[in-house]
């Protein structure tokens, strides 16, 4: 298959395509715990994490960059501490501020979700405006910042309510970046993406992309 006829000529093959290779070589890639550690050291190195108050994480699922081993850390941090996680029924993304790694239990999509009698107290629920700075998963990035998830738009939904002006930061692998993917009109860019050689500027919500 030619991914360049593929992209123009039928939009959806190209994305099956890229998402299907994106998932390949990150299952495939080597030494994960390792670089996943580095990856996230240069995320905690980044000038918006030292202004930020309010922080999302991801927790690692699967063959994703790996945040579980750095989470303690950051929770050293003084910072308010988020994590999404998956309300089924809905297909929606809720907001936890999480203090401990106890709070942590495996749930939907074998994820490690808040525990059930936490996730609505009060003062466990943030909304997406709150948050300073945002990290984000992906099956697959571009050098424009564009993002292809795991097709069911739960970050999609979740970033279009976040400020304009906290930065959102995918981490990748190097094998999931893409010269270009399709983007529909709601996909959300990123203002940065980290691999563990690569620091790409992204376009975000306006503007050009560029890597550094």
């Not at 670089?35 to 994490?49: D, Q």
């Not at 994480?57 to 989470?71: N, Q």
């Not at 936490?118 to 700075?133: F, G, N, S």
Request: one cysteine or more; proline letters at 5%.
């Amino acid at each position: 298959m030619d991914p360049e006829k593929t992209q123009m000529t039928d939009p959806q093959t190209m994305k099956t395509f890229i998402r299907d290779l994106a998932r390949k070589n990150r299952i495939a890639q080597k030494n994960k715990d390792e670089i996943s550690r580095v990856i996230c050291a240069k995320f905690l190195a980044l000038p918006a994490y030292a202004a930020a108050r309010t922080v999302m994480w991801y927790v690692d699922a699967g063959s994703e960059v790996r945040t579980r081993h750095t989470l303690p850390e950051a929770l050293r941090h003084g910072k308010r501490l988020v994590v999404p996680w998956c309300v089924v029924e809905s297909n929606q993304l809720e907001l936890f501020h999480l203090e401990s790694m106890e709070e942590l239990v495996e749930g939907a999509y074998k994820i490690l979700e808040p525990r059930v009698e936490l996730r609505q107290l009060p003062h466990k629920q943030v909304r997406p405006d709150e948050l300073d700075l945002v990290m984000v998963p992906g099956t697959a990035f571009d050098v424009r910042g564009g993002r292809m998830g795991q097709g069911k738009g739960y970050y999609d939904r979740l970033l279009a309510s976040a400020r304009r002006d906290a930065p959102l930061v995918g981490l990748a692998f190097d094998c999931q970046i893409f010269e270009r993917i399709p983007v529909a009109e709601h996909d959300v860019f990123m203002d940065l993406v980290l691999t563990e050689s690569r620091t790409i500027t992204g376009q975000g919500r306006g503007g050009q992309g560029a890597e550094a």
